[in-house]
């Protein structure tokens, strides 16, 4: 079993001809609504693999929180541990999208902000139970302490968006961090090379191993002294919202099946690469049999 805590937003998607500075305004095109949150789009993710997929979470008491449950529920994940908020919204996420695939977001947590230590030890069967816990920084650090100190098995923790002052659980196994997110950990400029991602990822402590996601640069694993680089798979982006998401769903649901972690990483690859080719968090999320198709053809 997976369990995942985190956050469920209702994203509002909106194509731009490129993201507007200070002071612009750009005309977007249509409107797309999906459902979201870094939390969910993993938890989706990793359901649409085949994981059993238990998830920890809060909406608010409006027309969105049916929305985002429902969908859950739809791709197979226990929602039984999602609690409704009275008169507190679910959660936002307002993105744009160029013509290249790169997104800019701002979330507006709602709900989210409102999930507690004690929501996660209402929830300590299925993550006493889980061979995987997914934690992500788009719900409030107490919740993820005590889902970490909760946690059976494993536990990933995606240090994701960089919060300032954010503080990962003592008892990571696994901290999966992209460029941005890692410099936010260590206080050092975003690095650039393999070798400066290799410096600045040995500066963390407390974490068994470290999987630094670089987008089209494919991912960068660290354990103990060794790192090993694997490359993208090359494909033509169309949204790169929720590529990370999915990289994590794939990862968390890989490693529940007892495969190494550059095993585990490689097929998270070919996930989060299928998913850049389609729009939307969740609705791009590929099957399992799609992920073996894709490395099947890639040999």
């Not at 359901?47 to 529920?73: I, K, T």
């Not at 070798?195 to 963390?204: F, G, H, M």
């Not at 996601?213 to 694997?230: A, F, K, P």
């Not at 690859?269 to 049999?289: K, L, N, Y």
């Amino acid at each position: 079993m997976i369990a995942v805590v985190g956050s469920l937003n209702l994203d509002l998607v909106a194509p731009v001809p490129h993201h507007p500075v200070p002071g612009e305004t750009v005309l977007g095109g249509d409107i797309v609504q999906h459902p979201g949150g870094k939390g969910a789009n993993q938890a989706v993710a990793a359901a649409r693999l085949g994981g059993e997929v238990a998830f920890v979470g809060r909406v608010g008491d409006d027309a969105a929180a049916d929305v985002l449950v429902d969908a859950a529920r739809a791709q197979g994940v226990d929602t039984t541990h999602i609690r409704r908020t009275e008169s507190v919204p679910t959660g936002r996420a307002l993105i744009a999208v160029n013509p290249h695939g790169e997104n800019s977001i701002i979330v507006s947590p709602g709900a989210n902000s409102r999930l507690t230590a004690a929501d996660c030890e209402a929830a300590w069967s299925p993550l006493g139970a889980a061979k995987v816990t997914v934690l992500q920084q788009e719900v409030p650090d107490s919740a993820n302490h005590a889902a970490a100190r909760l946690a059976g098995g494993l536990v990933l923790y995606n240090p994701a968006p960089a919060v300032d002052g954010a503080v990962p659980p003592v008892s990571v196994d696994l901290l999966v961090p992209n460029r941005t997110e890692l410099a936010a950990l260590t206080g050092t400029p975003e690095a650039g090379t393999v070798e400066e991602i290799v410096a600045a990822a040995r500066k963390l402590s407390g974490a068994g191993a470290v999987v630094v996601t670089l987008g089209g640069d494919g991912v960068l694993l660290l354990e103990g002294r060794s790192s090993l680089h694997i490359p993208a798979f090359a494909v033509t982006p169309t949204d790169t919202t929720g590529a990370g998401d999915s990289f994590c769903g794939a990862l968390a649901v890989a490693l529940a099946e007892d495969r190494t972690l550059e095993q585990a990483a490689r097929w998270a690859c070919a996930a989060a690469a299928i998913s850049t080719t389609r729009t939307g968090a969740q609705p791009s999320s590929p099957t399992r049999d799609e992920v073996e198709e894709f490395l099947a053809a890639r040999g």
